[in-house]
T-cell receptor, first 118, second 114 residues
Framework: AQKITQTQPGMFVQEKEAVTLDCTYD???????LFWYKQPSSGEMIFLIY??????QNATEGRYSLNFQKARKSANLVISASQLGDSAMYFC???????????????FGQGTILTVHP | DGGITQSPKYLFRKEGQNVTLSCEQN?????MYWYRQDPGQGLRLIYY???????QKGDIAEGYSVSREKKESFPLTVTSAQKNPTAFYLC?????????????FGSGTRLTVV
């Protein structure tokens, strides 16, 4: 079963508008971390934002915020005021506790390609 | 500046050849990982190491081998047994294995079979 699901293969947004990238996850571990990474065409993976399973508030990092809905197992990334440089592949990832069967590794979704139009 | 260095950036392999991808980190991280990425796909775990002289198979280890003789280094060998090695390979490290630790990634090696 997929642990991380990103249902949007591609998304388009107009420059300066906000966009939401969807991510749902599946785990029975009460302790886990959710991460979003950006991958430009160069291939490097850039960390954007982190949300812990016990965090009461949604995480924010500059123009990035994470809409964390624990009961729905959803961790959507919101990018406000999109810029042309935001065009990239975006990955949602989950890390469960090291004592579980996942051995503390990061598990990635399939990614969403975001294209920002001028 | 601390980080992860992967080399080479591009690598071409002939059929039946073994090739080794280098991954070096100066972050003093204990855990290191190798992932494979196919075009338009997510990352899949090949091997990981939580400590020197110890490593474990990930989800797609067949046709690959690794070593972890030094904390700083975690080379990946793509053997001739790997039937479809053309892909983008990413090395990563983590300060720990807790769920709150993210990864630091290298810039990747693009391997092509010719």
């Amino acid at each position: 079963a997929q642990k991380i699901t990103q249902t949007q293969p591609g998304m388009f947004v107009q420059e300066k508008e906000a966009v939401t990238l969807d991510c749902t996850y599946d785990t029975s571990d009460p302790s886990y971390g959710l991460f979003w990474y950006k991958q430009p065409s160069s291939g490097e993976m850039i960390f954007l934002i982190y949300q812990g399973s016990y965090d009461q508030q949604n995480a924010t990092e500059g123009r990035y915020s994470l809409n964390f809905q624990k009961a729905r197992k959803s961790a959507n990334l919101v990018i406000s005021a999109s810029q042309l440089g935001d065009s990239a592949m975006y990955f949602c990832a989950m890390r469960e506790s090291a004592g579980g069967t996942s051995y503390g590794k990061l598990t990635f979704g399939q990614g969403t390609i975001l294209t920002v139009h001028p | 500046d601390g980080g992860i260095t992967q080399s080479p950036k591009y690598l071409f392999r002939k059929e039946g050849q073994n090739v080794t991808l280098s991954c070096e980190q100066n972050l003093n991280h204990d855990a290191m990982y190798w992932y494979r990425q196919d075009p338009g796909q997510g990352l899949r775990l090949i091997y990981y190491s939580q400590i020197v002289n110890d490593f474990q198979k990930g989800d797609i280890a067949e046709g690959y081998s690794v070593s972890r003789e030094k904390k700083e280094s975690f080379p990946l060998t793509v053997t001739s047994a790997q039937k479809n090695p053309t892909a983008f390979y990413l090395c990563a490290s983590s300060q720990g294995t807790g769920s709150y630790y993210g990864y630091t990634f290298g810039s990747g090696t693009r391997l092509t079979v010719v």
